[in-house]
C-alpha cells in the first residue's frame, strides 16, 4: 500500500516551471520528484486558548497524516513573535508546503517571503495574510455571510424575523450594543459588514437603538477576541449607558462564542437573569464552541454560527495535495479576497445559525458534537 502510494511521483517545480510561491513545494530541490511521503506540511495555528483551534489543529494533522504528509503542527499562543517565530523554524526545518491561520494578518510578511524563496507554497487557513504576494491559496468559510447571519440571528431573538427570516412586523423599539473582532484579524471586517448591512435598515427606521451611540467599527473591536476584554466593554456600557443595569438592554451582537460569553457574565452580573427567558438579552455568536452550545441549549446564549471545521481541514488538505502534485488547488471565489498585494484564490465554504431548535441535525447528528459533550457543555 505504502507502495502504491509513494508511487504518486511528482514532477513538482519542473510541471510548474518554478513561478516562485506559485510553484508546488518540494523544499525547493527542484530536480527530484518527490512523493507525498516525502513530504513535511508545516501548520501554524494563533492558539490553544479557545476550543475552535486546538479543534483545527487536530482535524488538519489527522487528515494530512491519513493523505501520508509528516505534520509539524504548532500552536502560537496568540503572540505575534512566537507565530513569526514557529514559522521560521517550520522553514528551516524543511516544510515542503505551510499552512497558516494569522493571529495578525499583516504580520507574516518576512516569514512568507522567506518560504517563497524556497518555492513552498503558503495556505492561508480561515484568516486571509494581508500585505504580501506569497500567500498562494486561501481556504475559509464565506465571511460576510456569516456577519449576515450573526445580523439574522439578533433579528429572530429580538422576534423582529422569523425563523423564514421573514419580518414580523415587530417594531420596538429594541436597545442593542454591537461587538466586532479582533482589529488584526481580516474575517473582523467581513463579518461586521455583512452584520451591519442586515441591522442598518432597523437602525435608520428605529426598530434598533444603540445606546452608547458605538456604531463604527473602530469603537467595537475587541483585541485577540478575547472574552475578558468583551466583558469588560459590556460592563463599562452598562454603567455608562443602562443604569448600571438598571435600564433595559435587549439584544447583543456578538461575533464570536467567546466574546459572548464575557458579554453574558457582565450581564448576569448585572442582574439581568439567567436566561432569555428571565430578561436576559439576546446574544449572536460564533463557532459552535461546546461551552456556548451549552448555554443555548440551556437559553442563556441565543444563536452562534456552525462553521464545520472538519470541511475547512479537508479543503486546506486537499488544497497542499493539489500544491504537492504541481496542480493548483480548486478555488470558487477568485475576486473577494483582495490582501492589498494580490486578490488571492479562495474556497468558500457555507455556515449555519444554530439555535436551540437545530442543535440536533446540526450540530449532534453530524457528529460534531455529542449529545453528552452537549449536556456537559464539555467536549471529550
Ligand atoms: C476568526 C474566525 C472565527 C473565530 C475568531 C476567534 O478569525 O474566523 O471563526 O474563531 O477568529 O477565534
Known amino acids: 500500500m505504502a507502495m502504491a502510494a509513494g508511487a504518486t511521483m511528482i514532477g513538482a517545480l519542473a510541471a510548474c516551471g518554478g513561478s516562485g510561491a506559485g510553484g508546488a513545494g518540494a523544499g525547493g530541490g527542484g530536480e527530484e520528484p518527490q512523493s507525498i511521503e516525502d513530504m513535511t506540511v508545516g501548520v501554524a495555528m494563533p492558539t490553544e486558548t479557545s476550543e475552535r ?12 497524516e491519513e493523505a501520508g504528509f509528516e505534520v509539524d ?3 502560537a499562543n496568540d503572540d505575534i513573535p512566537t507565530q513569526q517565530q514557529q514559522i521560521d523554524q517550520m522553514i528551516t526545518k524543511g516544510a515542503d508546503i505551510l499552512i497558516v491561520a494569522s493571529i495578525d494578518g499583516t504580520a507574516l510578511a518576512n ?16 484568516r486571509l495574510i494581508n500585505g504580501t504576494e ?22 429572530r431573538g429580538l422576534g423582529v424575523l422569523d425563523e423564514n427570516g421573514e419580518e414580523t412586523g415587530e417594531e420596538g423599539p429594541f436597545a442593542i450594543e454591537l ?12 463579518f461586521w459588514q455583512g452584520a ?4 442598518q435598515p432597523y437602525l435608520d427606521s428605529g426598530v434598533l437603538e444603540v445606546a452608547s451611540g458605538q456604531t463604527e467599527m473602530d469603537q467595537v473591536t475587541t483585541l485577540r477576541w478575547s472574552q475578558e476584554t468583551a466583558q469588560k466593554r459590556m460592563e463599562d456600557l452598562l454603567t455608562a ?7 433595559q438592554l435587549d439584544g447583543v451582537l456578538s461575533p464570536y462564542d467567546g466574546i459572548s460569553r464575557g458579554i453574558i457574565t457582565a450581564l448576569q452580573n448585572a442582574g439581568y437573569g439567567d436566561t432569555i427567558e428571565d430578561g436576559l438579552p439576546v446574544t449572536s455568536g460564533q463557532d459552535a464552541e461546546i461551552a456556548s452550545v451549552k448555554l443555548i441549549d ?6 452562534t454560527i456552525f462553521k464545520d471545521t472538519r470541511k475547512l481541514a479537508t479543503q486546506a488538505v486537499e488544497a497542499a495535495e493539489s500544491f504537492a502534485k504541481g496542480e493548483d488547488p480548486e478555488a470558487n471565489d477568485t475576486e473577494t479576497y483582495d490582501n492589498g498585494k494580490k486578490v488571492v484564490p479562495a474556497f468558500l465554504l457555507e455556515s449555519d445559525i444554530v439555535v436551540a431548535e437545530n442543535i440536533e441535525p446540526l450540530l449532534v447528528d453530524s457528529g460534531y458534537w455529542t449529545a453528552e459533550e452537549v449536556e456537559a457543555g464539555q467536549g471529550d
Open 53 to 64: 483551534w486546538i479543534a483545527d489543529g487536530a482535524a488538519v494533522e489527522s487528515q494530512l
Open 134 to 155: 506569497n500567500v498562494d491559496h486561501y481556504v475559509t468559510f464565506d465571511n460576510y455571510q456569516v456577519g449576515v447571519q450573526q445580523g439574522t440571528s439578533l433579528l
Open 196 to 199: 451591519i448591512d442586515t441591522l
Open 73 to 75: 503542527l504548532q500552536f
Open 241 to 247: 449607558h443602562y443604569g448600571g443595569g438598571k435600564e
Open 298 to 303: 440551556t437559553g442563556v446564549q441565543f444563536a
Open 111 to 126: 516569514q512568507l517571503k522567506a518560504a517563497a524563496n524556497q518555492d513552498i507554497p503558503i495556505i492561508a487557513y480561515d
Open 179 to 190: 461587538f466586532a473582532g479582533s482589529p488584526d484579524d481580516n474575517n473582523t471586517a467581513f
